[in-house]
Structures are given as C-alpha cells and as structure tokens.
C-alpha cells in the first residue's frame, strides 16, 4: 500500500507543477493566437467566438509569441524580398476572374516580374536623364531608355508613350558624299512672288 500511496503522491505533485506551468505561460496555438490561463478563466468581458480565435484582451492587430515579446506584422511583400505591394496584385488578379483560383505565389511572382521591369525602365532612363544633362525625369528620357534598349523596344514595340517624341534618325542615304557627316539640306525653293520682286 505504501508504494500505491507514493505513486499517487507523485501524480499529484505533477498535477500541481502542470497548473503552475499553464497558468504562468500562454498557450501559443497555430503561431497568430494567443490563449492565456486568465482569460480562459471567467474573463466575462470577452465574447465566446473571440475567445475562440485567442483574442482575449488584446488588440487584433499585435501579435505576440510565446515569450510575450509584441512582434510586428510582416507583410507578404516584406517576406517576398519585394518593395512593390503582393496583396494588392493578388486583389487584382482576383477581381479580374481571369481563373477561378489565384495562389499567392502567382501574386508573388507577378509582382516580383512588375518591380523588376519597372526598376530596369527607371534605371535607363535616369541613364537617359544624365546624359542629357538633365536633373528632371521626363517622358521623353523614359522613351529613348525603352527604344535603345533592344528587349525592352521588342516589348514596347505597339506601346506610345506621350510626350515621348520619337528616336533621332537620318538615313545613310540622305548623307552628303563625301567626308561629311552633315546631312543634305532640301533645295529651297523661291515662289514667283519672291522671284519677281
């Protein structure tokens, strides 16, 4: 009997150090909720369904992890590397019932491709900029960044951009003969009022 006696002395003694370790730690469920032993416990200002989903007392937007240190969100274009926004992309390609499922790594990959062609057309045009001696980004340096890129001008090739202009041209053949690089200028002709005058 004595040896039944500690056995159930033992179970007893880890029943009592299980409660102490719930009720000074919480419960971290699926890494977003947080369950503590107070508001499990009576806490009536707390609804059923918040209580379900580990919202107690705190507010929905902190999370906290185990440790009780606040952590910040982080946003999926944060966890992507990337500086242009994934939720708004996945959004767009949503409302545009293109399919009828979007993952989130095709929002990620398109917006990924979207900063990367943006980044590259603002790279050449600043490029663009400089060389003209220019402080001031206009349409006209992002037009010539585009067309004497060659994969860029095969992409854009349909695409107007106003207040572009076009890229500066002569043909070879409008050249004088000859050494000079100066392009012919067209006869100007004189009107019959003029000759007569």
């Excluded at 009780?68 to 019932?97: C, D, I, N, Y």
């Excluded at 067309?147 to 409008?174: A, W, Y």
């Amino acid at each position: 009997m004595a040896v039944l006696d500690d056995l159930l002395a033992k179970k007893e003694d880890n029943a009592k150090t299980v409660m102490k370790t719930v009720k000074s730690y919480s419960i971290h469920l699926d890494g977003y909720a947080r369950l503590s032993f107070a508001s499990t416990q009576g806490n009536s200002t707390t609804s059923s369904s918040s209580k379900k989903r580990g919202g107690g007392n705190r507010p929905p937007h902190e999370s906290v992890r185990v440790d009780g240190f606040k952590q910040k969100r982080v946003s999926k274009s944060a966890r992507a590397g990337l500086q242009f926004p994934v939720t708004k992309f996945h959004r767009l390609m949503k409302e545009a019932h293109r399919a009828k499922r979007v993952t989130q790594s095709a929002a990620v990959y398109l917006s990924a491709v979207v900063e990367y062609l943006s980044a590259e057309i603002l790279e050449l045009s600043g490029n663009a900029c400089r060389d003209n001696k220019r402080k001031r980004l206009v349409p006209r340096h992002i037009l010539l960044a585009v067309k004497n890129d060659e994969e860029l001008d095969r992409m854009c090739s349909k695409v107007t951009i106003r207040q572009g202009g076009v890229l500066p041209f002569v043909h070879p053949v409008l050249f004088a003969k000859g050494g000079n690089a100066v392009p012919l200028r067209p006869v100007r002709r004189l009107s019959e009022s003029q000759s007569q005058a």
